[in-house]
């Protein structure tokens, strides 16, 4: 009888790398990004120099969406819990699961970049509402009962932001059907969220468009720096990939 020699454990099969990030998603990330600060810059050059054919089509919009005055407390509640979403508070506790979830996986390059992306917003947004200066919609029970400045919206800017950061971070974890929902879904809330601001009178077109626009060029600008965009080094791996 042969002798046998030691025991060998069963190999492991090694952890799946993820694909590297297609250049045509950098392509396309990047000229969202550009699109997104051509029509900010635009929007702010125009509010900046009172370019009158775009005065004249916010204020022609304004008062025809503006919810009035005189409308009802039930109106006005609704429509207050209707642009919520857009808010700090709101964005953060959406997205605190996924940060525990973050935490306990050790993920913290993708922990970070999505941290940065959800609380950042804020002081961007207030920073170029400072540099444009502009008043908001001089209605009494809409822009005359806020103090702060008009463009772009922060309400805007952060739903876009909400919905932007949650398709990139779970898009590698999402079939395909799921992902069609999720971007109908987002692209709806983020309008009526933009819509909401100007039937409260609380904003122009150009400041809710404008918003919009930075939100979704922001956060795609820290998800592409960061590596964060599917298949990058701080993105989700897919669903059977272990990193």
């Known amino acids: 009888m042969e002798p046998t020699g030691p025991a060998t454990a069963p190999a492991t099969a090694p952890a799946t790398a993820?694909?590297?990030?297609?250049?045509?998603?950098?392509r396309r990330?990047?000229?969202?990004?550009?699109?997104?600060?051509?029509?900010?810059?635009?929007?702010?050059?125009?509010?900046?120099?009172?370019f009158?054919?775009?005065?004249?089509?916010?204020?022609a919009v304004?008062?025809?969406?503006?919810?009035?005055?005189?409308?009802?407390?039930?109106?006005?509640?609704?429509?207050?819990?209707?642009?919520?979403?857009?808010?700090?508070?709101?964005?953060?506790?959406?997205?605190?699961?996924a940060l525990v979830w973050l935490v306990r996986r050790r993920l913290w390059r993708t922990l970070l970049w999505v941290v940065v992306a959800i609380t950042?917003?804020?002081?961007?947004?207030?920073?170029?509402k400072e540099f444009a200066g502009r008043a908001r919609p001089a209605f009494e029970n809409g822009g005359l009962t806020y103090e702060s400045l008009s463009y772009p919206s922060g309400h805007s800017s952060g739903i876009a932001t909400l919905v932007t950061v949650g398709l990139v971070l779970a898009w590698p974890r999402l079939t395909a059907p799921a992902r069609r929902l999720a971007v109908v879904s987002g692209v709806a809330l983020?309008?009526?969220?933009?819509?909401?601001?100007?039937?409260?009178?609380?904003?122009?077109?150009?400041?809710?468009?404008?918003?919009?626009a930075l939100g979704t060029a922001w956060s795609l600008a820290v998800a592409l720096v960061a590596r964060g965009l599917p298949g990058g080094a701080a993105a989700l791996p897919e669903r059977g990939v272990r990193r």
Do not use: K
């Not at 051509?38 to 050059?45: F, N, S």
């Not at 009158?52 to 204020?59: E, G, I, N, T």
């Not at 025809?64 to 953060?92: C, I, K, N």
């Not at 950042?120 to 170029?128: E, H, M, Q, R, S």
């Open 18 to 26: 993820p694909p590297p990030v297609p250049r045509r998603t950098h």
């Open 29 to 50: 990330v990047r000229a969202a990004i550009g699109a997104g600060a051509a029509v900010l810059t635009v929007l702010g050059a125009g509010v900046l120099t009172g």
């Open 52 to 59: 009158a054919p775009q005065v004249r089509l916010d204020d």
């Open 62 to 97: 304004s008062r025809s969406l503006y919810a009035g005055d005189d409308r009802t407390a039930l109106v006005g509640g609704l429509l207050e819990v209707l642009t919520t979403p857009g808010v700090t508070w709101f964005r953060v506790l959406v997205f605190l699961p």
């Open 120 to 128: 950042a917003i804020g002081p961007v947004t207030t920073a170029l």
């Open 190 to 212: 983020a309008v009526l969220v933009g819509l909401t601001r100007m039937w409260l009178g609380v904003h122009f077109l150009s400041d809710v468009l404008g918003g919009l």
